[in-house]
């Protein structure tokens, strides 16, 4: 079988396993939060944490509470870094530095998992489970929590409020991603990955000597980061790693763990909204970018011209044997289209193009299908500026589910698409201006410049994933990376919920002849024209200096 046969093959099997599980899980989600019954262990943890489950909150007050819980969160993963060396299972690791301690905590509180060390070097196993893994799936259901939080904006009419925050993280963590993780973790176990807390041994190698290795929970946490669209890896070699990703199948099941609960959270907005083609409409736009990126991103590495690379079939440097092209492919889509870091291949081997549209993805907003619950409330703001967009041209106030998308929504939404290339480009001009990124690069040139502005990018739109060649454990990227990601990820959720709370205190507007049906195939295609529009006149110069001139160079 051809490597291209396989890589389509592969690409089939995936879709289809996502098709069968949409349904059956979205609807499922949709019940777990419009229930109002309380399970007893849920019961126990508001009990613990002081929350009455059952008071509804107006958009201030859930936004404090996303705020104040991620504010704990970091403190406490911080100080457990911080406090490594005197705890045990620490494996002989000594404390964190600050500015990388600073920096993990931010990145895993922020759904992002950016790593800037090797976590079979650095973190022993109270500080890999106990703080890393919880984060995973916390910080996932936080996303959940708020994308819930718009919906029903949406779906209510003439009150100010959004449901109760406590009660959405807990199920979300409870009823939803606990339950898949341990499913999901009896498969990694049974494909080889590893689960348990050894020590650090001394392995034999195939050419003689012998290297040190660690063992960990490693299958229980590889799940959330997956399923969470969270991505940090448990060594630094991440998914490519064999304790990690052991076979072509496990590799396709961890593609599939990424972009289950993104995709099938479009059900739950239908079923939530009393409108399931609603939900089939914004579905449709995230399947034609994930397929459309898919099919370029083969075609680039497959494709790509040279005697080496025409004896291997492609592209193969920087890729795993065991995954080949396709499997490479399909992953590095995924995981640059949802806001996850995890990568089972070196992202800066990729051809330019390649390299290009892994940028792209980020920058698109992670929204096709994006991260859990982030690219759900990403892709429902996209959908209010097409509609506004669509209202300008008719010359008729724009409407989207019944809502009057007025001043004030279209400020919010506007606010929205601009915070995060505004952090990307800041930090990219400032990082590029200063002496530190020459010397922390190890590319010149268009590759250097990308290696910069992939950082940020992956850092501002909480994805995490690397494209290597660029030594970020200094001072400057610490904290520069550690900031843009705690900014691009709650700033946009100040301007979700607050369009939350602005749609939830309207009154229904009803459907005539003149309204824009939203969901039909031609508002579809108007979407997807929005998003690369928009995405393209904010950065296409940036990616004109990076990956477009190295891959027209090539």
């Excluded at 403190?75 to 406090?83: E, H, T, V, W």
């Excluded at 910080?139 to 100010?160: E, P």
């Excluded at 940028?359 to 506004?388: R, T």
């Excluded at 809502?403 to 990219?428: D, S």
């Amino acid at each position: 079988m051809s490597p291209v046969t396989a890589g389509v093959l592969q690409l089939l099997a995936l879709t289809a396993a996502l098709a069968l599980a949409y349904r059956p899980l979205g609807d499922y989600m949709a019940k777990v939060y419009s229930s109002e019954k309380h399970y007893r262990p849920e019961k126990w943890i508001y009990k613990a944490i002081g929350a009455n489950p059952s008071a509804e909150m107006r958009w201030p007050a859930y936004l404090r509470g996303v705020l104040a819980f991620s504010a704990m969160s970091v403190l406490f993963l911080y100080l457990l870094q911080r406090l490594q060396g005197v705890l045990p299972g620490s494996l002989g690791f000594a404390s964190i530095d600050p500015d990388q301690a600073f920096n993990t905590a931010a990145s895993f509180v922020a759904n992002t998992n950016w790593q800037s060390y090797a976590g079979e070097q650095a973190m022993g196993h109270v500080v890999q489970t106990g703080g890393l893994a919880v984060q995973n799936f916390v910080s996932a259901a936080v996303g959940m929590a708020v994308a819930v939080a718009l919906v029903r904006g949406f779906a209510r009419s003439r009150t100010g409020e959004l449901g109760n925050f406590w009660a959405d993280l807990v199920r979300g963590t409870v009823r939803i991603l606990l339950p898949i993780s341990v499913i999901g973790a009896i498969v990694l176990v049974a494909c080889g990955a590893i689960q348990n807390f050894a020590g650090i041994h001394e392995v034999g190698q195939f050419l003689g000597g012998t290297q040190q290795w660690n063992g960990g929970a490693v299958a229980s946490q590889e799940v959330i980061k997956e399923l969470g669209t969270n991505g940090g890896g448990y060594f630094n070699a991440n998914s490519a790693h064999p304790f990690e990703n052991p076979t072509p199948f496990s590799n396709l099941f961890e593609i599939f763990l990424i972009l289950i609960i993104p995709f099938a959270m479009t059900r739950t907005f239908g079923r939530m909204v009393g409108s399931l083609r609603q939900g089939y409409a914004i579905l449709a736009t995230m399947a034609v970018i994930w397929l459309g990126f898919t099919a370029l991103m083969m075609w680039t590495e497959f494709a790509h011209h040279g005697p080496a690379f025409d004896i291997t079939g492609g592209a193969m440097e920087g890729k795993e044997t065991r995954f080949g092209i396709g499997g490479s492919a399909i992953f590095s889509v995924a995981t640059t289209l949802t806001s996850t870091g995890a990568v089972n291949s070196f992202h800066s081997s990729f051809t330019g193009l390649g390299g290009g549209i892994q940028l792209l993805g980020m920058q698109l907003g992670e929204i096709a299908p994006g991260g859990v619950g982030s690219g759900l409330y990403g892709m429902l703001i996209m959908a209010i500026i097409a509609v506004f967009i669509a209202g300008l041209m008719v010359g008729r106030t724009p409407e989207y589910l019944g809502k009057k998308i007025g001043t004030r929504e279209i400020k919010l939404a506007a606010c929205y698409i601009l915070i995060t290339p505004a952090l990307v480009l800041c930090f990219t001009a400032a990082a590029m201006a200063l002496p530190t990124p020459p010397h922390s690069m190890l590319n010149p040139g268009a590759h250097g410049f990308s290696e910069v502005l992939y950082a940020y990018t992956s850092g501002a739109n909480n994805n995490g994933s690397a494209f290597a060649g660029l030594n970020a454990d200094t001072q400057w990227f610490n904290s520069t990376i550690g900031i843009a990601m705690l900014l691009g990820r709650f700033l946009p959720m100040v301007f979700v919920l607050a369009l939350a709370g602005s749609l939830a205190e309207q009154k229904p507007v009803p459907e005539t002849a003149g309204t824009l049906r939203t969901d039909k195939p031609l508002y579809a295609g108007l979407l997807v024209g929005t998003i690369v529009i928009i995405t393209g006149l904010t950065y296409f110069p940036a990616l004109a200096l990076g990956p477009l001139a190295e891959g027209l160079a090539s």
